[in-house]
C-alpha cells in the first residue's frame, strides 16, 4: 500500500505524542478574509484502499457553529489544519478543502458535499456518510455527546449559571439513562467536518539540521504528492 509520506509522518508523531493527543488547529476564514483559529480533535483518518495515499482528515463539530458557515463562504471552501507534536519537534499545516456532513435535514442548506476523487470512490462503493456520522456521534462520551445539546455556541448567555440547566451527560439508545429526545436533539446538531489535503508543509525540527518538505497533490495518476524541500 502506498502512502503518503507526510502522512505516515503524522500518524506516527500522533502515536508518539501525550497529554492532548490529536488535537490540532483549524483555520477558516469569512467572506471578508477574516481569519479565525480554533482547536479540534482529529476523530479519524477515513482512506479508500483504492487510494491510500490520499486521506481525509475527520473531525466533528456542531452543524450551528460559526466555522462551518465561514468554510461555506470561501469558494473552494479551503481550511488549514495545524499541528504540533511537542514529542517528536513536528509541524504540519495541511491546506485542504472541507466537506462538512450535517444531518441529512440539514444537508441541503448546512451541509458542503465532497467533491473529488476521494468521495467519488467511497460514493462509487454507495459509503454513506450518515452512517458515519451515526457511528462517530455514539464513539464519543456521554458528556461530550451533551456538548450538541446546548443552544446555539456562541449565542449570548444571561450569566454561567444558566448552564446548570442543560444536560450533563447524554446517553446512547439501550444505555442507562437514555432520553430520546436529548439524544435525537444532540444528533441533529451533530456533523462531520473532512479534510481532504491538497498541500503540506512539514517542519522537522528534531533532526539537525532542520527540515522543511513541502509536499503537492498531483491529480494526475502515478506519484500523487510532488516533494519540494524548502529552507525551513
Ligand atoms: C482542546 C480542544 C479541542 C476542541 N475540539 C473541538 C472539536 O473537535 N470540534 C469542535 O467543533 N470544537 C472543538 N473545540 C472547541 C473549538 O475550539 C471552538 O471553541 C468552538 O468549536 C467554536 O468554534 P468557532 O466559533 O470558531 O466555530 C475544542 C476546543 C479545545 C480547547
Known amino acids: 500500500m502506498v502512502t503518503a509520506r507526510w502522512h505516515t509522518a503524522l500518524k506516527r508523531a500522533l502515536q508518539e505524542e501525550e497529554g492532548m493527543k490529536n488535537v490540532f488547529q483549524l483555520a477558516t476564514t469569512d467572506v471578508n478574509t477574516t481569519p479565525y483559529v480554533r482547536s479540534n480533535v482529529l476523530r479519524d483518518h477515513i482512506i479508500h484502499p483504492s487510494l ?4 481525509l482528515l475527520l473531525a466533528t463539530t456542531d452543524i450551528r457553529i460559526p466555522k462551518v458557515t465561514q468554510i461555506k463562504s470561501n469558494p473552494s471552501h479551503r481550511v488549514e489544519a495545524h499541528f504540533w507534536i511537542e514529542a517528536t519537534n513536528e509541524q504540519f499545516r ?3 478543502r472541507a466537506a462538512i456532513y450535517p444531518s441529512p435535514e440539514l444537508s441541503e442548506q448546512k451541509g458542503i458535499e465532497g467533491v473529488g476523487e476521494v468521495y467519488d470512490a467511497f460514493r462509487s462503493q454507495g459509503w454513506n456518510w450518515e452512517d458515519e456520522r451515526r457511528k ?11 456538548s450538541w445539546c ?14 446548570e440547566k442543560w444536560p450533563v451527560k447524554i446517553a446512547r439508545p ?28 512539514y517542519v522537522e525540527l528534531g533532526v539537525m539540521p532542520n527540515r522543511r518538505t513541502k509536499f503537492v497533490r498531483q491529480e494526475s495518476d502515478g506519484e500523487r504528492w510532488k516533494e519540494v524541500i524548502l529552507v525551513p
Not at 446546548?150 to 448552564?163: F, K, L, Q, W
Open 52 to 55: 491510500p495515499s490520499l486521506p
Open 136 to 146: 462517530q456521534f455514539d464513539n464519543v462520551g456521554a458528556h461530550m455527546r451533551a
Open 150 to 163: 446546548r443552544p446555539v455556541p456562541g449565542s449570548p448567555m444571561n450569566s454561567y449559571s444558566d448552564a
Open 174 to 201: 439501550g444505555e442507562e439513562g437514555y432520553d430520546a429526545k436529548n439524544y435525537e436533539e444532540a444528533l441533529g446538531h451533530f456533523a462531520l467536518l473532512l479534510i481532504d489535503p491538497v498541500e503540506v508543509d
Open 94 to 96: 495541511i491546506s485542504g
